[in-house]
T-cell receptor, first 113, second 115 residues
Framework: QKEVEQNSGPLSVPEGAIASLNCTYS??????FFWYRQYSGKSPELIMF????GDKEDGRFTAQLNKASQYVSLLIRDSQPSDSATYLC?????????????FGKGTTLSVSS | GAVVSQHPSWVICKSGTSVKIECRSL??????MFWYRQFPKQSLMLMAT?????????EQGVEKDKFLINHASLTLSTLTVTSAHPEDSSFYIC???????????FGPGTRLTVT
């Protein structure tokens, strides 16, 4: 059973702080990793993807991947109240494009002003 | 970024009737589309995967005769909920991916209420 584990939270951080969201996975063959943000009542929105070990930065977001330790994380710098949402970690189980993503259950982030 | 639309955004129907939901990729060719269902405060649940021109592959426990999926073109997939019942009331979301990418882009979702 390929699994993606996330702490459900809620993770509470003050405005301006760094929010750190973590995800671990069980299948070493996983190739591609994604972070989606889902606001309450809305559909998920892709915010980052990472395929190689190391860090990938995009604005206030940094994704970190460590395949040896089987974890992927998302850092949100200068957190804003508008970042309050559920963050879903997802991965592809293999190398073939068009394969259904495996999602974690999500971590709820709450940023207080 | 890639854009996926869904129509309608919300629908109310009477028990026993059928409802069709459309999912369109607006600026890329979606060789694969996925249909999800999400109940309040619960995780996404994958219902089926469809490839253009092929029959959909349904997840275990999803009734293929109740949830009819058609992926007739590279930009359009439809989900028809047949003989809807109140327990089918949910948030239905599609996503799409191209042939050479792993990313999936979600539509805005359709909220179905069956009375």
């Amino acid at each position: 059973q390929k699994e993606v584990e996330q702490n459900s939270g809620p993770l509470s951080v003050p405005e301006g702080a760094i929010a750190s969201l973590n995800c671990t996975y069980s299948d070493r063959g996983s190739q591609s990793f994604f972070w989606y943000r889902q606001y309450s009542g809305k559909s998920p929105e892709l915010i980052m993807f990472i395929y190689s070990n190391g860090d990938k930065e995009d604005g206030r977001f940094t994704a970190q991947l460590n395949k040896a330790s089987q974890y992927v994380s998302l850092l949100i710098r200068d957190s804003q109240p508008s970042d309050s949402a559920t963050y879903l970690c997802a991965l592809t189980p293999g190398k073939e494009a068009g394969t259904a993503l495996i999602f974690g259950k999500g971590t709820t982030l709450s940023v207080s002003s | 970024g890639a854009v996926v639309s869904q129509h309608p955004s919300w629908v109310i129907c009477k028990s026993g009737t059928s409802v069709k939901i459309e999912c369109r990729s607006l600026d890329f060719q979606a060789t694969t589309m996925f249909w999800y269902r999400q109940f309040p405060k619960q995780s996404l649940m994958l219902m089926a995967t469809s490839n253009e021109g092929s029959k959909a592959t349904y997840e275990q426990g999803v009734e293929k005769d109740k949830f009819l999926i058609n992926h007739a073109s590279l930009t359009l997939s439809t989900l028809t909920v047949t003989s809807a019942h109140p327990e089918d009331s949910s948030f239905y979301i599609c996503s799409a991916s191209g042939s050479f990418s792993y990313e999936q882009y979600f539509g805005p979702g359709t909220r179905l209420t069956v009375t």
